[in-house]
Every structure is written in C-alpha cells, then in structure tokens.
C-alpha cells in the first residue's frame, strides 16, 4: 500500500493495528494541521515506490482513543511498526532523510 493522501474514514483499533503484518507507518495528524500539511510533500516523497509497507493515515483528536494508546501529543507523529510493533518514532518531521531513516528501520528487518 502506496503513500496515503486521506485520512482513513474509520480509525483501525488499537488490537487491529497489533495484528499488522509486516512494515506499516503510523501517521496521527488532522487535515486543518498546518505542521501535518507541510509534512505531506515529505512524507509522499519518503513512501513513493515503497509497496512493501502499509501507512494508515489516522485522524487524530479529542476523543480519539488510538492517538492516546499510542501517546501522541503532537502532529503529524510517525510511527514506524514492524509486525504491529513500535520500531522507531518521528513527531512533526522536517526532512525527507529522517522519514526514511524511519522507514528503513522496519524495512531492515525480516519477519
């Protein structure tokens, strides 16, 4: 699954996002997040070609239990997971080089 430009219209579960196999990239934020929609050219950039990973883009907020699970504070966050697992963490990214930095973190890896 390629770079997501929207938002899911329904958040997975916090047990959903456990049973993921595989690389996936996390990614909290909002669509009226000025830091998330400076992020997004970086983000595609960084996930372009890369169908060997998942990224649910995840709209997160008041009330919004898979956001606090994961104790996002700030947006956009990234988190790199490997077989639902936590590998590595990135709140509002400034470069390309550390989304892929995240990115090989749980690409590295084999299952």
């Not at 990239?25 to 992020?39: I, Y």
Request: aromatic residues 6%; positive net charge.
């Amino acid at each position: 699954m390629p770079y997501a430009a929207q938002y899911l219209a329904l958040a997975p579960s916090r047990e959903e996002v456990g049973r993921l196999a595989g690389a996936a990239v996390l990614e909290f934020g909002a669509p009226w997040c000025p830091h998330c929609q400076r992020a997004q050219p970086l983000i595609g950039q960084a996930l372009q070609g890369r169908a060997d990973l998942a990224h649910l883009k995840v709209e997160d907020g008041p009330g919004q239990r898979l956001g606090r699970s994961f104790g996002v504070r700030l947006w956009p966050t990234l988190v790199f997971l490997r077989d639902g697992q936590e590998q590595a963490r990135l709140v509002r990214p400034q470069t390309g080089a550390e989304i892929r930095a995240g990115v090989q973190a749980i690409s590295a890896q084999t299952p």
